[in-house]
């Protein structure tokens, strides 16, 4: 079923990537170890299948690694290399955990529709929650204070899997791996079924415990002939899917296919592997014969020979569901077709009703689109075996041609989270929505995968997000910096029509100081790329170029070299472009800087600058309004005529809301500059009217709309630096919340010097021969008020009258304080 073609329009090349497209390496996992030369089966296109995504529930973190990372490498083929790739992906809409997923949460819902009393609803809750526990917890089941229930589980847990739970393994050796995420997810599952149960509001917190015990009753006799029981689960997922990858600026494929659309030419790619003795039936069941394969001189397990006789795997790729069927010849020998059981989607074929095997449905569709040879294969490096290791065996199988099903196998690294694989079935994942809405956008997530090898895995580490935003944060100051040095100097119009490599270079003259390092700079993207898309090594040419062109922006008396400035703007614009890094952009990515979200051909310029317009009009209106002194500047900016200039780029064809802005937005610069200017010699009550007018065009007015004016000192015009508003927003509202707090802080110590200060003139209010009257301590006091007898009768010892005795001098000083400044005697 065709999809979505992506844009691809002409490409301007520089030599040495014409060149580099005839000497691309790629890392290849069928040749492990250096990359090796990719040399495409038609020399300019490139055939591409991609293993798409098991539609059973929301996409996490490592389907964003695996297809954010496919998508940069087609990218560049594309729009570097300017191949023509065909890029086809499949949707899995019908395997073991989708129809486990379907039926299990429609037998929830049917039994939530049906009326339990609280003790029945309890009983139900307890017999389901033992059997999970003896089917995922089996030691929990049984101990020494009787069987498992609600009073004794907590201890049970703690005791048996404390260690695990605190961080630890089950053996007590390693890292905390896949079995360690099971079981703790597990033990959240029976967590939540505990307090669910005990509040008895069974439905709503232990259906994870509830699923599997309702399948296990009811399940045979479950109705699968209406199948949209399964298709309604897999189209909201795989529309869910598709949303997600839209919002991370992945292009769509070329083609997409479905496992359920092609089941009756699965059937007969079955029936031709078993008439050419590489397959048999048993029980209704179709099998891949690995012996017959190999008999024949073919090599089986040729991504993962040491994963052979790996039995987890080898369950993992059968499914869940699988493991009842019978009459293998070899506990290796793979599902091709599977017969289906009570509760089961079914289809007719030779050997009775059933579905297709696993690893079947990509052999098919990617040869029925692209032909029995391709030039990449690519999935998730778990899928290594037996996924693809099967589709090799069986395809070679099929098609009698050892070695030439696929030229290339790109498998893609999985990401990591505490030491195990993000997995929708062990449900230690982030969801791609959720990473997007909170500490992620699209394309901040594509610089973190950018920075490291697509063939390499990779654990996001706080220092790795920290580098992500540091060269994110450096591309965007360095674009609106240029933008902003552009405009000042009044060339943005005409130099933004220019080509993408920006200035001509004339052959005749040597190119030296930065062109020479843009030169250079190409050269090494250009290595990069062609060494099997090492973008880690691309993202640092462009830091190193843009520190470069920083100081020459910098330099003394601002003596830049702005066309050459520009010329690597627009370099970087393009291949940050070609990467995926802006989501407005399209090829051959002429710009410069990130494209306007709002840009378009279709766009009518008039609504386009409204807001610039507006913002202008009415600074306009509100600096006459003002009763400035007359003068010959002011004359002139009151009579200047933006209009006419948007005009007349309008009319040339401009489409670009801010280059269209520009005339307004100068002119509204130029007047708050000559506001400010003027400052110094109005008086007071004008200059507070001009200071708050000024602060109102930069903070509001032009923020709102996504404008920054940067000030300049010694009368220097402010920079125009086009920002997102949001971003402007945000940092008027920190500000803003800082200065409160400051306030606050200062009032707050205000009022705490007032009390001192009333607590310390209250004290010297009273006079020194009164101060120890009132202490019970003392029975007799001298003329002076100092004490002379303890209560009991006794003298004040000595020490204790020379302590006292400055204290009474401190008072009388403070109380001389007090009656000279209030007065008294």
Not at 217 to 246: A, G, W
Not at 412 to 425: A, L
Not at 666 to 672: E, I
Request: charged share 30%; glycine share 6%.
């Amino acid at each position: 079923m065709e999809g979505s073609y992506s844009t691809r329009l002409p490409l301007r090349r520089g030599i040495a990537t014409r060149l580099a497209m005839d000497s691309i390496t790629v890392h290849d996992s069928l040749r492990p170890g250096q990359p090796v030369p990719f040399t495409p089966i038609e020399k300019g296109k490139i055939s591409w299948y991609a293993c798409g995504p098991t539609v059973y529930d929301h996409s996490h973190l490592g389907h964003a690694r695996n297809y954010v990372s496919t998508d940069i490498i087609r990218r560049i083929l594309l729009h570097y290399f300017g191949f023509d790739v065909k890029f086809v992906m499949n949707f899995t809409d019908i395997d073991d955990k989708i129809i486990l997923r379907a039926r299990r949460q429609r037998l929830l819902e049917n039994e939530k529709k049906k009326k339990y009393t609280d003790t029945e609803l309890t009983e139900l809750g307890m017999a389901a929650f033992r059997a999970y526990a003896k089917s995922n917890l089996p030691n929990l089941v049984e101990g020494d204070d009787g069987p498992l229930d609600l009073n004794n589980y907590i201890t049970r847990r703690d005791t048996t899997y404390g260690q695990v739970l605190a961080g630890g393994t089950l053996t007590g050796d390693g890292k905390p791996g896949d079995d360690e995420a099971k079981l703790k997810m597990h033990v959240n599952n029976m967590n939540s079924a505990v307090v669910a149960i005990g509040d008895n509001q069974l439905f709503s917190g232990a259906e994870e415990i509830l699923l599997p015990y309702f399948d296990s009753l009811y399940k045979e006799t479950f109705d699968t002939s209406d199948q949209t029981i399964f298709t309604s689960l897999t189209q909201l997922m795989e529309n869910e899917f598709t949303k997600d990858m839209d919002a991370l600026n992945v292009l769509r494929p070329d083609v997409v296919t479905r496992v359920t659309e092609y089941v009756p030419q699965i059937a007969r790619f079955v029936e031709k592997v078993v008439e050419k003795g590489f397959a048999y039936e048993a029980e209704g069941s179709v099998y891949f014969d690995i012996a017959a394969f190999e008999k024949a001189g073919n090599t089986y397990a040729r991504l993962r020979p040491e994963s052979r006789n790996d039995k987890a795997l080898q369950e993992e790729g059968e499914g869940s569901l699988g493991k009842s069927l019978g009459g293998k010849r070899s506990p290796g020998d793979f599902a091709l077709w599977k017969k289906s059981k009570p509760g089961e989607p079914y289809w007719p074929s030779k050997w009775g009703n059933g579905r297709p095997g696993w690893h079947i449905e990509c052999s098919v569709m990617a040869s029925d689109v692209l032909g029995s040879h391709m030039d990449i294969h690519s999935g998730g490096i778990d899928l290594a075996f037996p996924h693809h290791d099967n589709e090799l065996a069986q395809s070679e199988a099929h098609f009698c041609e050892h070695g030439r099903h696929v030229d290339h196998v790109l498998s893609y690294p999985k990401i990591e989270e505490s030491g195990s694989k993000m997995s929708k079935s062990l449900k230690n994942f982030q969801t791609i929505k959720d990473a997007l809405a909170s500490t992620y956008t699209a394309r901040s997530m594509r610089v973190v995968f950018l920075h490291g090898r697509w063939n390499d895995g990779v654990e996001i580490t706080p220092s790795m997000r920290t580098q992500a935003d540091s060269w994110e944060t450096t591309v965007n100051n360095f674009f609106t910096n240029v933008k902003s040095l552009l405009v000042e100097a009044n060339d943005t119009t005409t130099s933004l029509n220019n080509g993408v490599e920006g200035i001509s270079i004339s052959e005749n003259k040597p190119i030296e100081g930065l062109l020479a390092e843009l030169e250079q700079a190409k050269k090494d993207v250009d290595t990069a790329l062609s060494n099997s898309f090492d973008t880690p090594q691309v993202m640092r040419v462009i830091a190193d170029i843009i520190r470069k062109a920083n100081i020459s922006i910098g330099a003394p008396g601002g003596n830049s070299d702005l066309p050459a400035v520009e010329s690597i703007a627009r370099w970087v614009t393009r291949i940050v472009g070609i990467l995926g890094l802006d989501a407005n952009a399209k090829p051959p990515y002429d710009g410069l800087g990130w494209a306007s979200a709002a840009a378009s051909a279709d766009m009518d310029p008039t609504t386009a600058v409204q807001p610039y317009e507006a913002v202008y009009n009415s600074v306009l209106s509100d600096a006459k309004s003002l009763n400035l002194p007359s003068s010959k500047a002011l004359t002139d900016l009151f009579s200047q005529s933006p209009k006419s200039e948007f005009d007349s780029l309008a009319k040339a064809g401009l489409r670009d809301p801010e280059q269209l802005g520009l005339p307004f937005l100068r002119a509204t610069s130029k007047l708050r500059d000559e506001l400010r200017r003027i400052v110094p010699s109005v008086a007071p009550e004008l200059k507070a009217s001009i200071l708050s007018l000024s602060d109102r065009i930069r903070d509001f007015d032009l923020t709102n709309i996504g404008v920054y004016l940067d000030d300049r000192p010694d009368g220097q015009p402010s920079l125009i630096k086009f920002i997102p508003a949001a971003e402007l927003i945000s940092a008027r509202e920190e500000k803003a919340a800082r200065e409160t707090e400051k306030a606050k802080a200062k009032e707050e110590a205000r009022i705490a010097r007032e009390k001192a200060e009333a607590e310390k003139w209250e004290k010297a209010k009273i006079s020194p021969q009164d101060m120890f009257k009132n202490d019970d301590r003392y029975a007799e006091w001298d003329s002076e008020g100092m004490p002379t007898k303890l209560k009991d009768g006794s003298d004040v010892p000595k020490a204790q009258l020379k302590k006292l005795k400055k204290e009474w001098d401190r008072q009388k000083k403070a109380h001389g304080e007090y009656l000279t400044k209030f007065g008294g005697t």
